[in-house]
């Protein structure tokens, strides 16, 4: 408990508010990011410094972006099209919905009203530097929404005003992917940038932005097979950004491919320590963690915790270095403990897992979400209606914030536990009842990409809670529909083969036991009891 209880102290310290800054950072030497040729009428000097920049942008390392546009803005004063690629990358990962603060949409203004004032020397110039004012214009009195989609509309139009421009596609198809909305389950924008990408994909292989963003856009369970050429491409084409080596990962999470997801995680990992990107370097470890413990690689969560401490003391969660914001450090600090009691369901540890409060609420209750469930579970009922009622603070204060999306996560995790609640209360009929509707919720969006994965399921919970009142029928169509899904979920692999085991099919029963055998091959040893029961069956 040490560990978890430094890293709480770490997430305390985290919780400081300070300004947003780029953190100081070296350029690689001759630093592999793919190719990109985005014509500018500047100097020589500042095209060189522009295009490096750019390269940097399209792989979401913000820190070296803005560090490199600066320079353009140097080597040229009047190099007005740099301004716009500061703007850019002030908005951060787009994929990241949480409301920028103020402070950061008065940088981005800033920067725009700096471009104004250099003078792009071109009409195109003009227009990509208006066309990315859209997401700062307004802030005080404009919603975020609105903004975002007013920006996809100007880049809409930029795309078609210049079509020999690809870049502007690209940066359309981004802006399209970015606005989609977790609850549209026809993908419509999400299909319309990939076609858009994939079009540019043969001209352009080695384009940083165009495999990036090919794997966003299809970063949702019905589409991710899409993106797996893309997500083997991406990493061998800009090697030297840490961001370009996690993000197929993405991919490799969508279907289940949990060791390409370890592998390209520890090189991410490496490559964002090395920079000091730690937020990146926390988001690809908390991939890991993830992968890790469906395979029941256990050690090597244990050990990946273990570190978090360490990394917590020296982590600047202000600093604009990598792809992830340091919002996205704060979520995996507290992430991985919290995955690693549940997925091991280890009620006792989830429940007595250190409470912190950052700035950051949705990550915060995670940790409630946890103790939550293993104080219902394990018979401590002050515990768990503590936890819960947390979980209900939190969510009014995000949904009074404008954060509609965390909000309804944090809903989702509240009204989980509360089913378990009244599990353990004895009322089993309201517990399932709510249960289900909480799986139905769950359902209906998306997770965000900062995360891997929900702790856990909605939809798998439901199924443990039907095997738990004696329904293995039921179950098992619940844990079916979480593989669906979850590909590859060690917690939904085998609690298909358990309830299919006690429904008395016993040859769906090994099917399933020896699909988690073999996906467990490098797992600990002895390893975890259900895989003793697996190995059991099997015989």
Known sequence: MRIITLIASMSLVLGLAIPARAQEHQHPAGAKLGTVDFKTSCTPAAQQAFQNALAYL????????????????KADPQCGIAWWGIA???????????????????????????????GAKSDRERDYLEAVSKLYADGATVDQRTRLLAYEKAMAALAAKYPDDPEATIFWALSLAASALPTDKTYANQLKAGALLEKLFTASPDHPGITHYIIHSYDVPALADRARSAATRY???????????????????RVGAWQDSIDTNKASAEAARRMKAYAEQLHAMDYMVYAYLQTSQDRAVDALVGDLPGIAAVFDPNAVVGAAPGSAGIFALAAMPARRVLERRDWAAAAKLPVATSTVPYTDAMTHFAR??????????????????????????????GETYWAGQVRIQHDGATAFLRLAEGKSAEALKLMADTAVREDATDKNAVTPGPLAPARELLGEMLLLTGDPAGALREFQATLKKEPNRFRAMYGAAKAASLSGDRKLAQAHYQALLKMCANADQPGRPELAEARSAVR
Not at 61 to 70: K, L
């Open 88 to 118: 850019v990358a002030r908005w951060t990962n787009p994929f990241v919905v949480t409301i920028r603060t103020p402070a950061q949409v008065a940088q981005g203004l800033d920067a725009v009203t700096r471009g104004r004032q250099a």
């Open 235 to 253: 990493a061998k084409i800009a090697p030297d950004a840490p961001h370009a080596l996690h993000m197929p990962s993405h991919t490799f999470t």
């Open 58 to 73: 399209h792989s979401f390392e913000f820190g070296p972006a803005i560090s490199g546009f600066t320079d353009a803005t």
């Open 372 to 401: 939550a469930l293993g104080a219902a579970r394990t018979g401590a009922l002050p515990d768990a209606r503590a936890s819960i009622a947390a979980l209900d603070q939190i969510a009014n204060k995000l949904a009074a914030a």
